[in-house]
Nanobody, 123 residues
Framework: QVHLVESGGGLVQVGDSLRLSCSSD????????MGWFRQAPRKEREFVAAVTGSGGRTYYEDSVKGRFTISRDNTKNMVYLQMNSLKSDDTAVYYCAASAYRLCVDLTDFGTWGQGTQVTVSS
């Protein structure tokens, strides 16, 4: 059973930046596409960003393009989400997830989840 642990959430102001981190204990970490998702109060969980196993390709939800950057360090089994120019709409619990495949093909491929970290953006 792979374990994912997120960290880095917190309370920030509109326009601030925050970096989320996710650690994995998967020995073959580079074999899996990794993603970030979020769930705001009274809303369904939504996709935020993903990065292929090699780190060579990234994908973003439209509302975060140009503001968020996903990256990974396969030597440390870590994936990051740098969030800049935060908005109040970014307030949510952010989840790290691992796909079953190296390429990021389908959202349903994400089957391993962390416990989440709260991000609150205050105006």
């Amino acid at each position: 059973q792979v374990h994912l642990v997120e960290s880095g959430g917190g309370l920030v102001q509109v326009g601030d930046s925050l970096r989320l981190s996710c650690s994995s204990d998967e020995r073959t970490f580079s074999n899996y596409c990794m993603g970030w998702f979020r769930q705001a109060p009274r809303k369904e969980r939504e996709f935020v960003a993903a990065v292929t196993g090699s780190g060579g390709r990234t994908y973003y939800e439209d509302s975060v393009k140009g503001r968020f950057t996903i990256s990974r360090d396969n030597t440390k089994n870590m994936v990051y989400l740098q969030m800049n120019s935060l908005k109040s709409d970014d307030t949510a619990v952010y989840y790290c997830a691992a796909s079953a495949y190296r390429l990021c093909v389908d959202l349903t491929d994400f089957g391993t989840w962390g416990q989440g970290t709260q991000v609150t953006v205050s105006s």
